[in-house]
């Protein structure tokens, strides 16, 4: 007997949601414009945090594969005592963040060359060309992280508000229709809980981002803070060795 019953609730919920449609054409259909905009922002969120993502991702990469390459490039360069070809170097791997730094170091280092004895002022000045070249490829890397966690930190509450749209379309579908049945509120519920789970899913995947790609920030400020300090060590023992 309370089988049968369950039985014929689950074909009348059944018969009732197919009535009310849950494709993606019927529920947008069945939003009132205040949800539809809800829906629109949050994919403008999505294609913004897409946008950073791949642009990101394609800079830290570039950046990764030609500091491989100039690391070792510019050390024997510099070994050598050849300045002028390891600017040259540099100069050919642009999208290299350690090559950006070290450029601005060995600039102004080689400006103070043409005197018999560089001071201690001048390598001074030598570090906060460094300094002021690892400020700036920190910003240019960090251009549009920010913008993840923005959008990981507010989809949510924008999907949370489409859902307060949602509730009270279905109150209303009760209100129009002067019953409690699930026809009368389904879409109005639908439609609660498809924007909720689309800013869910615009968010989650810009916080994981964001987290990556600051762990990689992270690691590129350590090396570029460990190639000024080794290039300041080399510009003090070459200073030295000069000395003698």
Avoid: C
């Avoid at 939003?31 to 999505?46: H, Q, T």
């Avoid at 963040?97 to 001048?122: D, N, P, W």
Wanted: charged share 20%; hydrophobic share 50%.
């Amino acid at each position: 007997m309370i089988g049968a019953k369950f039985l014929a609730l689950g074909a009348w919920l059944f018969q009732e949601q197919a009535s009310v449609g849950f494709d993606p054409m019927s529920m947008w259909h069945s939003m009132g414009w205040p949800a539809r905009a809800v829906v629109i922002v949050l994919f403008i969120m999505s294609a913004w945090s897409i946008a950073v993502m791949i642009d990101r991702y394609i800079a830290f990469q570039a950046a990764r594969k030609q500091s491989r390459l100039f690391a070792p490039a510019v050390a024997g360069a510099l070994k050598e005592g050849k300045i002028d070809e390891a600017i040259a170097i540099a100069e050919q791997n642009k999208r290299s963040h350690l090559a950006k730094v070290v450029t601005a170091g060995l600039q102004e280092f080689q400006a103070h060359q043409a005197t018999a004895e560089i001071s201690g002022e001048e390598i001074e000045a030598s570090k906060r060309a460094l300094e002021r070249a690892s400020a700036i490829v920190h910003a240019e890397l960090k251009r549009g992280v920010p913008a993840l966690a923005t959008v990981g930190s507010t989809a949510p509450f924008v999907g949370l508000f489409g859902t307060v749209l949602g509730i009270i379309h279905a109150f209303e579908g009760i209100s129009a229709e002067h019953t409690t049945g699930l026809g009368a509120v389904a879409g109005g519920i639908a439609e609660a809980l498809v924007t909720t789970a689309i800013g869910l899913l615009v968010a989650i995947p810009a916080v994981w981002l964001y987290n990556y790609f600051s762990s990689k920030l992270e690691a590129f400020d350590v090396e570029m803070d460990n190639s000024s300090s080794e290039l300041i060590d080399y510009f003090i023992k070459r200073t030295e060795r000069g000395k003698k």
